[in-house]
């Protein structure tokens, strides 16, 4: 009795995702304002009498009448979406935040299948992160510093031409990376979209130091210049005299 209800539920599931395709679906990030392009995943196509692209609204954003080769859009979207007769992608242009969500193609005849599944998440570019120095060390160049972008931090120190490379990331896929080279501490800031970076010359941060070694060491040298001068000129009248 067991084994036959177990045999009927896997029946009823193999029938459902051959009626739907099951397809995977897959995540794109779009940068607000751009253009993103949807293709199908099943190639070649069966025999179907209309296909669909749809929003998580259940929506029909456009709809392909195979027979006629008839296209119908939806109003609000009908002057920012472009459909390929040949290969059914579906382009959808100035893309808001409101437009996040899921979309699907689905072809119907005597059957109805989803042959691609996307979740679109529409996201704004990141601003640049901000470095900046904490302090300095007096008789070294070691430098404090602070990597920060939005809600993300990073707190490190420049010490021996070098620091630790540090990275964080958000739940929100936002990465705070920090690196360092021997002139430049750089702070970079990304999300699947966009990045941008802030670098900081290490020179400009140790030459006060290197400049107060310079003047403190100046005035004993001079001062032993002019007693290594007086004494050659102290011998030189000597011998003329």
């Not at 751009?34 to 929506?59: A, C, G, H, M, R």
């Not at 437009?99 to 529409?122: E, N, P, W």
């Not at 008789?139 to 510093?145: I, K, P, Q």
Request: some cysteine.
């Amino acid at each position: 009795m067991f084994g036959m209800a177990a045999d009927h539920l896997v029946s009823l599931f193999l029938l459902f995702i051959f009626n739907t395709g099951f397809s995977a679906e897959i995540s794109v990030f779009v940068q607000t304002g751009d253009s993103v392009q949807l293709d199908l995943q099943t190639q070649p196509l069966p025999e179907f009498d209309y296909l669909s692209w749809i929003n998580d609204k259940s929506e029909n954003i456009v709809r392909y009448l195979h027979e006629s080769k008839m296209i119908r859009y939806h109003l609000s979207y009908q002057n920012r979406i472009e459909f390929n007769e040949t290969s059914f992608s579906l382009t959808l242009k100035n893309m808001q935040k409101a437009d996040s969500g899921l979309y699907t193609a689905r072809i119907s005849g005597d059957l109805m299948k989803d042959i691609a599944v996307y979740r679109v998440s529409v996201i704004d570019a990141v601003d640049s992160p901000v470095l900046t120095v904490n302090s300095t060390s007096s008789d070294s160049c070691t430098v404090n510093f602070t990597c920060r972008a939005q809600h993300l931090i990073i707190d490190s120190s420049y010490q021996n031409n070098q620091c630790s490379p540090e990275e964080v990331t958000s739940q929100e896929n936002y990465t705070l990376i920090l690196s360092c080279s021997e002139e430049l501490i750089i702070c970079n800031y990304s999300n699947p979209v966009s990045w941008k970076k802030e670098e900081m010359e290490i020179k400009p941060l140790c030459s006060g130091n290197e400049q107060s070694l310079f003047s403190s060491a100046f005035p004993l040298f001079h001062m032993m210049l002019l007693t290594v001068i007086s004494v050659a000129v102290i011998e030189f009248w000597g011998l003329i005299f």
